[in-house]
């Protein structure tokens, strides 16, 4: 079971949600608008936040922005919900620091299947073998969002994490935007949107200090997909 915070502006897609959720045995609690959206996160620890894009005065793109800037939220999974007439919402959302999102109108059990995929947050069951991931200079906590590089150590989103360590397991190996989809994000084959993968990449780049004119590190393979190098 998890905590969930529910943000729409639209009270027939909360109370939708909110049964959905609630019949998948999450604990919900709903908000109507950004700023109590935030007030809320604020004073609770929620599990994940599933969060409309638009909405007056303060939209989710804004609200996502606000809590990856604070370091007590910044880790917290966002899950957008976007309309399907507005494809550019999802790109934005990404760009803010969403982990995922979904279109309305979807499937009832779609939403709660991907809430599963985000709140597993480690990458994968050989995490307990050891506690560090190391590649030259780079170290990977695996039980902590952070990767060290020299003496900087920089904090990462759940999808981050998992994404630089499928990355890093496989070093040398090119892996495909379909098959960082299925590993990382939990997609069905040939389901999810190549954007997720592209956006996160270019996001983890600019965590490492990487210049995507030279991308050391995570590079991209033509007609391959993207491989660590580092």
């Given at each position: 079971m998890a905590y969930v915070l529910v943000v729409d502006d639209d009270p027939d897609v909360l109370v939708s949600?909110?049964?959905?959720?609630a019949d998948a045995d999450h604990d919900v609690v709903t908000a109507s608008d950004g700023f109590q959206a935030l007030n809320l996160i604020s004073r609770e620890v929620f599990d994940i936040v599933?969060?409309?894009v638009?909405?007056?005065?303060?939209?989710?793109?804004?609200?996502?922005?606000?809590?990856?800037?604070?370091p007590f939220t910044a880790r917290l999974p966002v899950m957008f919900l976007t309309a399907k007439s507005r494809p550019g919402d999802?790109?934005?959302?990404?760009?803010?620091?969403?982990?995922?999102?979904?279109?309305?109108?979807?499937?009832?059990?779609?939403?709660?299947?991907?809430?599963?995929?985000?709140?597993r947050r480690a990458p994968g069951g050989a995490l307990?073998?050891?506690d560090v991931l190391v590649m030259h200079d780079?170290?990977?906590?695996?039980?902590?969002f952070e990767v060290q590089i020299g003496d900087r150590t920089?904090?990462?989103?759940?999808?981050?994490?998992?994404?630089?360590?499928c990355l890093m397991s496989r070093r040398g190996q090119p892996m495909s935007t379909a098959k960082l989809l299925e590993d990382v994000w939990e997609y069905p084959p040939g389901l999810g949107n190549p954007n997720l993968v592209q956006v996160h990449i270019g996001n983890v780049r600019a965590k490492l200090g990487v210049d995507e004119d030279s991308p050391l590190y995570i590079r991209n393979v033509r007609g391959r997909g993207y491989m660590f190098t580092g």
């Open positions: 949600v909110e049964a959905i959720l599933v969060l409309d638009v909405m007056p005065e303060l939209d989710g793109i804004e609200v996502c922005r606000r809590i990856r800037s604070d999802a790109t934005r959302g990404l760009d803010a620091g969403g982990d995922d999102y979904m279109t309305k109108p979807f499937e009832v059990t779609e939403l709660p299947a991907r809430i599963r995929a985000l709140l307990d073998e050891t780079m170290e990977l906590d695996l039980n902590r920089i904090s990462l989103t759940g999808i981050e994490h998992r994404l630089l360590y």
